[in-house]
């Protein structure tokens, strides 16, 4: 699946920003999907996964009171809302499927070599 992600920019702090990734060929039918972002000089992380059949949702302690991952009832999109953004939030936004089912999804969804497929990534940057 070629996934396109959009939505990002330039967002003061305490803003909100929504992202969405758009799978092409009609409804994803895999697994999960997630986001994943990379700050320069930092490791790629997890920031959220939904699993694709009943909306099950995972995320980063950093953002789970904060961030909303949802997809449409189209099964074609996923988004991510982000409310009170800080500086810290900044990096290029990826999201990712996954086709096949795993075990314990909640500890193997946050881990970036789960995911077969990638988007080119979006840019969030969070500054005043």
């Known amino acids: 699946v070629q996934l396109v992600e959009s939505g990002g920019g330039l967002v003061q702090p305490g803003g909100s920003l929504k992202l969405s990734c758009a799978a092409s060929?009609?409804?994803?039918?895999?697994?999960?999907m997630a986001w994943f972002r990379q700050a320069p000089g930092k490791e790629r992380e997890f920031v959220a996964a939904i699993r694709w059949s009943d909306s099950v949702t995972y995320y980063a302690d950093s953002v789970k009171d904060r961030f909303a991952i949802s997809r449409d009832n189209a099964k074609t999109t996923m988004f991510l809302q982000m409310n009170v953004l800080g500086p810290e939030d900044s990096a290029l936004y990826y999201c990712?499927?996954?086709?096949?089912?795993?075990?314990?999804?909640?500890?193997?969804?946050?881990?970036?070599?789960?995911?077969?497929?990638w988007g080119q990534g979006t840019q969030v940057t969070v500054s005043s």
């Open positions: 990712a499927a996954r086709e096949g089912r795993i075990a314990s999804p909640g500890y193997y969804l946050r881990l970036a070599y789960q995911y077969y497929s």
């Open positions: 060929g009609g409804p994803f039918s895999g697994y999960a």
